[in-house]
């Protein structure tokens, strides 16, 4: 007799039947889960697609002159410098030995096209990442040879990969793998210590 005919009629089922039935019940109702999260999720886009593009708040309060901090926009890192008196005196020191001191290149917004490559002169945004190779320069602030930079080193980042040199305003040296300036992004500050990456107001 079969297990609907027997529930039908009222008569007792097997205990051991009744087990196997509800097992059998679980396990399908799990699985029916298993298939429908993915498929859901699937279909609602992701945190990190929606941030893709968006604009990125970063609060500066406490970034202390002489040092560096790193933030994630459209899946680059993005450097923001609060730079010293003297590291703002290097950045012409360097000139003479750049390629592209007033940054004819356009690596940069139009209100970043001055000798800083900043709003504010001691503050830079930067795109962290080589111009030649997609490489990732680390910061060599310290000017002379304490950082194995040479002398003459005036501070600034040195790209590992292929050994090219910007200065602290992300110029590139002559002579580099690197074909042009470090990328300033598009920024502005919505406060004293408040900068927006990613977005400035300005028609595309």
């Given at each position: 007799?079969?297990?609907?005919?027997?529930?039908?009629?009222?008569?007792?089922m097997d205990p051991e039947r009744r087990r196997l039935l509800?097992?059998?019940?679980?396990?399908?109702?799990?699985?029916?889960?298993?298939?429908?999260?993915?498929?859901?999720?699937?279909?609602?886009?992701?945190?990190?697609?929606?941030?893709?593009?968006?604009?990125?708040?970063?609060?500066?309060?406490?970034l202390a002159p002489g040092e560096m901090m790193t933030v994630?926009?459209?899946?680059?890192?993005?450097?923001?410098?609060?730079?010293?008196?003297?590291?703002?005196?290097?950045?012409?020191?360097?000139?003479p030995n750049l390629a592209d001191p007033a940054s004819g290149?356009?690596?940069?917004?139009?209100?970043?096209?001055?000798?800083?490559?900043?709003?504010?002169?001691?503050?830079?945004?930067?795109?962290?990442?080589?111009?030649?190779?997609?490489?990732?320069?680390?910061?060599?602030?310290?000017?002379?040879?304490?950082?194995?930079?040479?002398?003459?080193?005036?501070?600034?980042?040195?790209?590992?990969?292929?050994?090219?040199?910007?200065?602290?305003?992300?110029?590139?040296?002559?002579?580099?793998?690197?074909?042009?300036?470090?990328?300033?992004?598009?920024?502005?500050?919505?406060?004293?210590?408040?900068?927006?990456?990613?977005?400035?107001?300005?028609?595309?």
């Amino acid at each position: 007799m079969s297990t609907a005919f027997a529930l039908a009629a009222g008569e007792p089922m097997d205990p051991e039947r009744r087990r196997l039935l509800i097992a059998t019940s679980a396990l399908g109702a799990a699985a029916g889960v298993a298939v429908a999260i993915p498929l859901i999720a699937s279909m609602a886009p992701s945190a990190r697609a929606r941030a893709a593009g968006a604009p990125v708040e970063v609060d500066i309060s406490n970034l202390a002159p002489g040092e560096m901090m790193t933030v994630e926009w459209r899946g680059k890192p993005v450097w923001i410098v609060r730079r010293t008196p003297e590291m703002l005196a290097a950045l012409r020191q360097a000139e003479p030995n750049l390629a592209d001191p007033a940054s004819g290149n356009p690596q940069q917004p139009d209100y970043a096209t001055n000798e800083y490559r900043s709003i504010k002169p001691e503050i830079l945004v930067a795109v962290g990442i080589c111009t030649h190779l997609g490489c990732s320069p680390t910061q060599k602030f310290q000017a002379g040879a304490g950082q194995g930079m040479g002398a003459d080193w005036p501070g600034g980042f040195f790209c590992p990969c292929h050994g090219s040199r910007f200065d602290l305003a992300g110029r590139v040296y002559k002579g580099m793998p690197a074909p042009t300036n470090l990328e300033i992004p598009p920024h502005q500050y919505l406060a004293e210590a408040r900068l927006l990456i990613g977005e400035d107001g300005t028609k595309a």
